[in-house]
């Protein structure tokens, strides 16, 4: 382990060296091993040498892990699960709380593949929304950055979807990307069924194996683990009744 770091009132961002997770795609997650704990699943919010995932500790497992120090060992299986596919030339993404953590690692390759980028960053307050160094970063290489939160302490005051129906009535996007608290993922979902835009969003489900063996995951006829963790619309759609 390189560093353990507080990037949020919430979250701790972890950083790793882990050859797979360097070539891993945004969306993927690997399942962390916390000895005499839980195996956890997380989404990697930096893929790169090293790779990093960003944890809210909220169980004796995660509690754990935030706790551990520079150098010592943590134990990674994965990357696991299938990423966010590239596609359009316009690009919203969408993320709440820690739903952040992978749309970071993706907006930050859409901007290396020449795309446009909007990145709307939701939470309850400024202080608790992670990875706000690595976003800020993103808006010096052409991001547009529009943040919410709940509070008003940053940008808009209100939730993730507020300001999305009046964005999309200035401009048109080719592709959505989301992820957060699944509440607000139907809602993008609905709004982008709507305005005819394709979506991909990534789901969240209690995972257990990560390798399609238990069903602890599914959702409906997929399974999280492998059939997702992203899903795109027509899986959604798909999912409608269900989630």
């Known amino acids: 382990m390189e560093s353990v770091e507080r990037d949020s009132q919430m979250t701790y961002t972890i950083r790793f060296r882990d050859e797979a997770c360097s070539q891993a795609e945004p969306g993927q997650f690997v399942m962390i091993w916390v000895?005499?704990?839980?195996?956890?699943?997380?989404?990697?919010?930096?893929?790169?040498?090293?790779?990093a995932i960003t944890v809210r500790p909220v169980g004796r497992a995660t509690e754990k892990l935030c706790k551990k120090k520079e150098g010592e060992t943590i134990w990674v299986r994965g990357p696991y699960g299938r990423g966010f596919t590239i596609r359009g030339a316009s690009n919203l993404l969408i993320g709440?709380?820690?739903?952040?953590?992978?749309?970071?690692?993706?907006?930050?390759?859409?901007?290396?593949?020449?795309?446009?980028?909007?990145?709307i960053l939701a939470g309850q307050t400024a202080s608790t929304i992670p990875l706000l160094s690595r976003a800020r970063r993103l808006e010096k290489q052409g991001v547009e950055l529009i943040y919410v939160t709940e509070d008003g302490s940053l940008g808009f005051k209100g939730v993730a979807t507020d300001p999305l129906e009046n964005l999309l009535k200035e401009?048109?996007?080719?592709?959505?990307?989301?992820?957060?608290?699944?509440?607000?993922?139907?809602?993008?979902?609905?709004?982008?069924?709507?305005?005819?835009?394709?979506?991909?969003?990534?789901?969240?489900?209690?995972?257990?194996?990560?390798?399609?063996?238990?069903?602890?995951?599914?959702?409906?006829?997929?399974?999280?683990?492998?059939?997702?963790?992203?899903?795109?619309?027509?899986?959604?759609?798909?999912?409608?009744?269900i989630w």
């Open 96 to 119: 709440g709380g820690t739903g952040i953590a992978p749309l970071i690692p993706l907006a930050e390759k859409l901007v290396e593949s020449g795309r446009r980028v909007t990145l």
């Open 171 to 241: 401009r048109r996007f080719d592709q959505i990307y989301t992820c957060g608290p699944e509440e607000m993922i139907k809602k993008v979902y609905n709004i982008a069924k709507a305005n005819k835009i394709p979506i991909q969003a990534s789901l969240e489900r209690y995972i257990k194996c990560g390798i399609s063996l238990c069903g602890s995951c599914a959702v409906g006829r997929y399974l999280v683990c492998s059939d997702g963790p992203v899903f795109h619309e027509n899986q959604l759609k798909d999912l409608e009744n």
């Open 35 to 51: 000895p005499s704990e839980n195996e956890c699943p997380m989404s990697l919010s930096e893929i790169g040498t090293p790779a």
